[in-house]
């Protein structure tokens, strides 16, 4: 007979072991069932989709492709000579204008002088004349007003503090007006997104605590959740040319979870961290301390 010393060791290393598969399930199911995290995550920023307002020949391109800019940094110049001469010839038209206005005025004035020698149907005209010509100067001031803002709108500038990219534009070319000459990424837009799984949500609230781990980086970032996204696509359902709603008649009896972005805002990015918009991200949120 085996001794019972020997025996309770026994039983009491298998109830360990027991205990800590069950403790070891327990975590694994939390962890990936209800915890807030996800892999699927993202840099992202805003970008500015840089057109000009006017068309016509590139003559200048200030910069190149990933160059750091700040708002009011010259980006490319469009045509410039010929708006300069648009803008020359609205202040010939304006001249014109005015010398027909004095003119008419003066003659009105004369026929006021000569008072009823003058036939009532000629000073009518006269009048007349006034008008028109007042009107036609302020067309001719008002062309001239936009001529000198498309001459300011050729050189584009840019609007925020960004870097430059996807840049494939030189002198020479030719850009029509609202045509993208480039994209500049906005620095001080640069987030992480995170797509959680909707069954997560409730553990999620605005102004947790979130660490971040970009693929390749020892380092972590830390931030904090900013928003929850308010909609995402239902690809179930499609609009008809009736506008009534197209639904799926099928129904996938396994469903997934739908991935909700979640927005988070970086506090602290450790110095030589690039924050390549794009790059894959593991967001873990924590729960926060209420007082």
Do not use: C
């Amino acid at each position: 007979m085996k001794p019972l010393p020997a025996a309770l060791a026994r039983s009491a290393v298998t109830l360990l072991i027991v205990i800590l598969a069950v403790l070891v399930a327990l975590w694994l199911w939390r962890r990936y069932e209800t915890d807030p995290w996800t892999r699927d995550g993202h840099i992202r920023a805003d970008v500015v989709r840089v057109t000009p307002d006017v068309a016509g020949l590139i003559t200048q391109v200030a910069v190149h492709d990933n160059q750091l800019v700040k708002p009011g940094d010259i980006l490319f110049v469009v045509d410039r000579p010929r708006f300069e001469l648009t803008l020359a010839q609205s202040d010939a038209a304006i001249a014109s204008a005015r010398a027909t206005l004095l003119q008419a005025g003066r003659e009105a004035q004369r026929d006021l002088a000569l008072g009823d020698l003058v036939a009532k149907e000629t000073h009518e005209q006269n009048v007349a004349r006034v008008a028109t010509a007042s009107a036609a100067l302020a067309q001719a001031q008002s062309a001239r007003s936009t001529a000198a803002l498309n001459l300011a709108r050729t050189t584009v500038r840019a609007t925020v503090n960004g870097v430059v990219t996807n840049l494939d534009l030189h002198p020479g070319d030719y850009i029509a007006a609202g045509t993208q000459a480039m994209a500049l990424v906005d620095n001080d837009s640069r987030r992480v997104e995170g797509y959680f799984e909707e069954t997560k949500l409730g553990s999620i609230h605005i102004g947790d605590p979130v660490i971040v781990h970009l693929m390749g980086e020892a380092q972590a970032l830390h931030g904090r959740v900013d928003s929850i996204a308010a909609a995402i696509n239902d690809s179930e359902r499609t609009n008809t040319t009736n506008l009534l709603p197209n639904v799926n008649p099928t129904f996938n009896w396994v469903r997934l979870a739908q991935r909700i972005p979640v927005r988070v805002k970086l506090l602290q990015v450790p110095k030589g961290v690039p924050l390549i918009v794009g790059r894959t991200a593991t967001v873990t949120i924590l729960p926060r301390v209420r007082t």
